[in-house]
């Protein structure tokens, strides 16, 4: 008899809101104003420094299919953890835990994304960042 073993697929999308739309922290009045700048496929080291963030700010239960606004010195917390490769430590505070490979490819995707959210709150936008995942049977 063959097992099935569930794998989850976690997906962010980055968003730059303009500040009439910002309501919080974890919500934004989606609308034409707000684009999406930046997607990741699987990358459970953000994802889980993401949760983290988003427990610190009070969220509840899990941060999937939730939003989260990132701002300047979280972008600032994010950088150092990326280049000290500290983002490994946030293991087990999301859905992905133990033994999760932080490859040099996430680190260049995860630096471009600090580079355009600084980007887009220099222009006077809100960042936000929304995940969901997917879960399929192998």
Same mark, same amino acid.
């Given at each position: ?5 569930? =794998? ?12 009439? *739309? ?6 934004? @009045?989606? &609308? ?7 997607? #990741?496929? %699987? ?5 889980? #420094? /993401?949760?983290? $963030?988003?427990? $610190?700010? &009070?969220? %509840? ?6 939003? @989260? ?5 979280? $972008?600032? =917390?994010? %950088?150092? +953890?990326? *280049?000290?490769?500290?983002?490994? /430590?946030?293991? &087990? ?6 033994? @999760? ?8 995707? +995860?630096?471009?994304?600090? *580079?355009?959210?600084?980007? %887009?709150?220099?222009? &006077? ?6 995940? #969901? ?6």
């Amino acid at each position: 008899m063959m097992k099935l073993i569930e =794998k989850f697929h976690p997906c962010l999308l980055a968003f730059g809101v303009d500040m009439s *739309k910002v309501e919080n922290d974890f919500s934004f @009045i989606d &609308g034409n104003e707000s684009r999406p700048f930046f997607y #990741w496929g %699987e990358n459970p080291c953000l994802y889980n #420094w /993401l949760e983290h $963030l988003f427990r $610190l700010k &009070g969220g %509840e239960n899990v941060l999937n299919f939730h939003t @989260i606004r990132v701002e300047s010195e979280e $972008l600032d =917390k994010l %950088e150092k +953890d990326i *280049k000290t490769g500290d983002i490994v /430590l946030y293991d &087990g505070y999301g859905d992905f835990v133990g033994d @999760i490979m932080y490859t040099a490819m996430n680190r260049d995707l +995860d630096m471009h994304f600090v *580079k355009d959210a600084r980007e %887009e709150i220099a222009k &006077g936008r809100a960042v936000y960042v929304r995940n #969901w995942r997917y879960e399929t049977l192998v």
